[in-house]
């Protein structure tokens, strides 16, 4: 079945640090890829998504590449913000026509001024 | 800007009692998910919901569990007969059907 394993966290960095929060997938066929985020005390939001192979997914300094070959999909910011901290997910939807997602543990990002 | 509901925010109850947790979709929207994410662990699948009838369910949605959409708005989750294993955060979901889900800010439930 499908999966996603997520870089482990709680990941603490000093704001304008460069970020990068691993996550790889295990499915069949070709499926979307998805980011979301979780401030404290709200729901998950979206922060990108890719629906294809080498596909780039961006929004709010975010970035996240679609890699086929490695099967993963990091999560990169150059220059983080204080704003930043926050739950990260990442998740995967099949597209064999079900709409569920599924998702890794969750990264929790905790930015220091 | 329309968002996804979910009353109460924290739900404690004991084992055996029965919780119904309660979610507002976004009001054009056709397709409701539930999941839940177990304290330290994934978020997890439990069942989605269009046209007035389960589309799909996980291993996780057993007897004990049901789901609803009484009225026009209102979605809901029934557990039965609770145990200390559902205790967990909740998380309503809703969308159109091929675009992103929007997710409500989750219904912790706590199981003594």
């Known amino acids: 079945g499908n999966s996603v394993t997520q870089m482990e966290g709680p990941v603490t960095l000093s704001e304008e640090a460069f970020l990068t929060i691993n996550c790889t997938y295990t499915?069949?066929?070709?499926?979307?890829l998805f980011w979301y985020v979780q401030y404290p005390g709200e729901g998950l939001q979206l922060l990108l998504k890719a629906t294809k192979a080498d596909d780039k997914g961006s929004n709010k300094g975010f970035e996240a590449t679609y890699r086929k070959e490695t099967t993963s999909f990091h999560l990169e910011k150059g220059s983080v913000q204080v704003s930043d901290s926050a739950v990260y997910f990442c998740a995967l939807k099949s597209n064999f026509g079900n709409e569920k997602l599924t998702f890794g543990t969750g990264t929790r990002l905790t930015i220091i001024p | 800007e329309p968002e996804v509901t979910q009353t109460p925010s924290h739900q404690v109850t004991q084992m055996g009692q029965e919780v119904i947790l309660r979610c507002v979709p976004i009001s054009n929207h056709l397709y409701f998910y539930w999941y839940r994410q177990i304290l330290g662990q994934k978020v997890e699948f439990l069942v989605s919901f269009y046209n007035n009838e389960i589309s799909e369910k996980s291993e996780i949605f057993d007897d004990q569990f049901s789901v609803e959409r009484p009225d026009g708005s209102n979605f809901t989750l029934k557990i039965r007969s609770t145990k200390l294993e559902d205790s967990a955060m909740y998380f309503c979901?809703?969308?159109?059907?091929?675009?992103?889900?929007?997710f409500g800010p989750g219904t912790r439930l706590t199981v003594t």
């Open positions: 499915a069949t066929g070709y499926p979307s």
């Open positions: 979901a809703s969308n159109t059907g091929r675009d992103e889900q929007y």
